[in-house]
């Protein structure tokens, strides 16, 4: 369950958060498949509780009333169709899976929901799968409330509801049975596999159940035999009583602690400096590297829900967003996640995606720049970040090596004879020559442009025959980093 299934050596995922799948079927052909993203993780495809107040939350879809594949994003023949086309050029779908839960017990009862279906939140009668009051942990749980009140209580996480969503009895072979067919529909489909929603809350006793039950990936595109590629949300920043480590048997895990101490070194916050960065990943105290999934920031941190706190970087700090998601997409630790967002308002962090006046979800639009309009940000279209994903598959397989630093925030290191990375995040200039461990000749920086044929954009960096080279960083440079690869050489 740990491996993504990544084709042709493409190896970072990216977050389209909230996107359509007509729109995200169109990203994988256009854009994902020919600059070497491995696949995508999609907004959760069921039908969903809709909201009018707050106005149609980008949350409501974390509130399924049905498993009918009916979303803000598209409908079944859309999902389809997105699969179909996304792994026809090699680009894996992950569906984020809310299986802990359905909507919140206050949800009512009628027909407000993304695609009509009746449904009870009172009642806890949701008749299109179906599920009834059985199907749900009320007497189980023992908080007063009947919603989680204390996270060191292992018991209450795991059996009752998660900020009043009503809380599925994953016990039950029945309930089991239901999320499993719903999973390999999914599979059957063509996905490549799942994030698991609020996986900290359910017990890994009956997530095994769950997860042995799921078909083999889709022969028309996997091997045969390949297993669904599964990475838990568990947020562990250490402290609390449910350890990531519960989860490792059972597939890969976030790991939370990666952004928030990123966000510390580049932000210069509590003594941190990138120098420290040297034994970065196990070394810094996180999960074993064949557990990691990793990222700056997700859907939830950018905008203060979920794990990390103030530190989170996102695509509102820029300078220093890119150069921490270069950091990571340079660095071999873990399976890296590049965010990719929509603008909202900061003060009401609910706002969904850019909507028409009914609600519906706006097309994303692509400027002539390859950047996007119309309130989506796109992230991974960013030149800095889109060149750093391919800089990641150039170099995948080959250490961490040469690494160098002033002992405070300028560093660099390499990755075998496949690439190279220095980064400027002091007050002064960088001026220093290091040794790359590169072939000699002359390389195109793809920070600050990119080879284009003979011609390079940006920078051009001379490796010498002993491979060593000059760098000079201004503090003032618009990205006061360079990185060179293989495939960069003119
Ligand atoms: C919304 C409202 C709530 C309301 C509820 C029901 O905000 O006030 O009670 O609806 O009416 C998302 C949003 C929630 C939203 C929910 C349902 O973030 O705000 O609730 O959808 O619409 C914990 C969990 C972790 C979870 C985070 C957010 O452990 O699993 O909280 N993350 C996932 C998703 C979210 C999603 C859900 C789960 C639910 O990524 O997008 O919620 O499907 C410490 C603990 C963490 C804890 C964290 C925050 O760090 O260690 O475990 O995370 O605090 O409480």
New binding site residues.
Partial sequence: FNNPHAKHGRQAIVHLFEWKWNDIAAECERFLAPKGYAGVQISPPTESVLLTSPWR?W?????PISYNLCSRSGNESELRDMITRCNNVGVNIYVDA?I??M??A??GEGTHSTCGTYFSAKNMNFPSIPFSSFDFNEGKCKSASGDIEN?NDINQVRDCR????LDLALEKNYVREKVADYMNKLIDMGVAGFRV?????MWPGDLTVIYGSLHNLNTRWFNGGSRPFLFQ?????GG?AIQTSEYFPLGRVTEFKYGAKIGNVFRKWNGEKLSYTKNWGEGWGFMPDSNALVFID???NQRG???GGNAILTFWDARIYKMAVAYMLAHPYGVARVMSSFRWNRADD?QGPPSHEDGSTKDVHVNADDTCGDGWVCEHRWRQITNMATFRNVVNGQPHSNWWDNGHNQVAFGRGNRGFIVFNNDDWHLDVTLNTGMPGGAYCDVISGQRDGERCTGKTINVGDDGRAHFKISNTDEDPMVAIHADSKL
């Fill in positions: 939350p949350w409501e879809r974390y509130q809310v802990n839960h909507c919140a206050g949800g996270y998660l900020v009043s969503l929603d609020a996986s900290k809350h949300e568990v947020i562990d920043m609390e997700n859907h939830d829900h979920g794990g609910w």
